[in-house]
């Protein structure tokens, strides 16, 4: 046999290899590319949340709020969290990200979403993919701007590999205040650490900035445009301005009364002349703004110069009121107090007048109202009296005060319009009461008007809309508290 026949029939022989290992013999093995971590950032780009952080969702991705103390580093700022992926090799993976709630989180109407796109969070799984060195940092996963929602990552490769964050966000709000004093006050409160201590509770959290001092003013009544230019003054030399918008100004007061002017009070059937004793009139009536309430008290000592005593004159019966009516000065006139400077009614001496009968007409001013506190406006000045009915107010007391101006200032109580969550089941505003938005909690809803004098024992919540020692919001206004989106911050006043 020749040689080269030979060779054939060797090759005829010879096993031939299945197709597979010749393929394999001919390319490299594939390598699978494969997801290696998931973590929220934590100051750079490099280093990563490894345990909870306070996610503070209402502040700017900013310098400016980095305080070594709350804030630690930007990535503890807004509502977009930086979140860093890695693959273990180099190259563009394509994988799956989502948030997972790791608490009960705030639960929000598709209405309220729908009003306010910060009530959202990325609640579905999403897709994305790595740069060329194989990880990607991801900038626009966003959680909602409620307080108290934790969320950790939970991503998942092509493969089906899934790895969780190490880290979790706890998110709240932050803003600051500035307490403006105004100068000759002796009861100005001593601390806020009932106003601090409630808002943490509901997840804000408060910082105090130095407190500057204003000019005195005796009294803020229904205008309170000369009070805010006197506090401005104070306040642009204060902290607050290098902290706007996220800074409410406190400013102290003295009264915040409202002056009723020109009262008229008659009593008929009066008989008068020597030896008639005194006539008690009480000082009473409708009011201007709740006709429940009857007592007044006169307007004395509030402001230097004005006066609760107007005229006082008798009239004899079918006498003529040009010809026949006799003025009564005001020395007869004499104020019975309840403690000093407060009445509410008056002795009106008679007996220096002609004997006869008739009708005794007693002009007065007198207090409307007194406010424990306002909020002035829609910038970002609020202001609580530090004295009311002729008393010095207690710190507690002005704290109370303090928590529901400041309530209203972040969007309580919620009416459930614009950004704000959903309107509270208690909620009330001036057509049955207070001026404003309220809450009546505690109170009957039957009720028509719920600023009755007996009201306020009743009302369980700081939003209602007297002063009271409620210093907390209520079990109704509390989810709605959590909810707030104080993002915008506040305009200066």
């Known amino acids: ?13 010879k096993p031939s290899k299945p197709i597979e290992e010749v393929e394999a013999s001919c390319h490299e093995e594939e390598v699978v590319a494969k997801i290696l971590s998931v973590e929220f950032l934590d100051g ?20 400016k709020w980095v305080d070594g103390v709350d804030v630690l580093n930007k990535d503890r700022l807004g509502y977009k969290p930086r979140i860093k992926v890695k693959f273990d090799i180099a ?18 109407t598709e209405d309220e979403k729908t009003r306010n796109s910060k009530f959202k969070f990325q609640d579905k799984e999403s897709s994305y993919s790595t740069k060329d060195d194989g990880s990607v940092i991801i900038t626009d996963f966003f959680v909602s701007v409620a307080g108290d929602d934790v969320y950790s990552l939970s991503a998942t490769d092509d493969k089906g590999t899934n790895v969780k964050s190490t880290g979790k966000i706890r998110t709240l709000r932050m803003f600051n205040y500035v307490e403006i004093k105004m100068k000759g006050l002796a009861s100005i409160a001593t601390s806020l650490s009932t106003v601090e201590g409630e808002y943490s509770t509901n997840f804000m959290k408060l910082k105090a900035l130095p407190s500057v001092e204003m000019d005195h003013i005796e009294n803020i009544g229904s205008s309170t445009t000369t009070f805010s230019t006197k506090a401005k003054t104070a306040y642009l030399t204060s902290d607050g301005t290098k902290n706007e918008p996220y800074t409410l100004a406190i400013g102290y007061t003295d009264h915040l009364a409202v002056k009723g002017s020109g009262k008229v009070l008659t009593k008929a059937d009066v008989e008068v002349g020597p030896e008639k004793l005194e006539v008690n009139l009480k000082i009473a009536g409708a009011g201007d703004t709740n006709p429940a309430i009857r007592s007044k008290y006169l307007w004395k000592n509030i402001v230097t110069g004005e006066d609760w005593f107007v005229s006082c004159k008798f009239l004899k019966d079918g006498g003529d009121a040009v010809k026949d009516s006799v003025d009564i000065v ?7 107090e309840v403690r000093t400077d407060m009445s509410c009614e008056v002795n009106i001496a008679v007996d220096h007048l002609p004997a006869g009968k008739g009708t005794l007409t007693l002009t007065v001013n007198w207090v409307d109202r007194m406010r424990g506190g306002l909020a002035i406006g829609s910038g970002n000045l609020i202001c609580v009296c530090s004295r009311a009915w002729w008393q010095n107010v207690s710190t507690a007391d002005q704290n109370q005060v303090i928590i ?20 509270i089941s208690t909620y009330y505003d001036d ?4 001026v404003g938005p309220h809450c009546h909690n505690g109170i009957p809803d039957s009720q028509a008007r719920f600023d009755n004098a007996a009201d306020g024992a009743l009302a369980t ?19 709605i508290v959590r909810k707030l989106d104080v993002t915008s911050g506040w305009g200066r006043f």
């Open 91 to 108: 190259g563009a993976h394509s994988f799956k990200l989502k948030f997972v709630a790791e608490g009960t989180n705030a639960a929000f």
């Open 404 to 423: 529901h101006e400041m309530g209203h200032k972040v969007g309580m109580a919620s009416k459930g319009t614009g950004i704000l969550p959903e309107k």
């Open 1 to 13: 046999m020749c040689k080269s026949k030979k060779a054939n029939e060797a090759a005829k022989q």
């Open 44 to 63: 750079t780009d490099d280093k990563i949340l490894g345990a909870e952080g306070k996610q503070f969702v209402n502040l700017p991705f900013e310098d």
């Open 330 to 336: 005001k020395a007869k006139v004499k104020t019975v």
């Open 431 to 434: 057509t049955k009461g207070h």
């Open 461 to 479: 919540c700081v939003m209602y809309g007297a002063t009271s020692s409620k210093t907390a919001f209520c079990g109704v206004c509390k989810p």
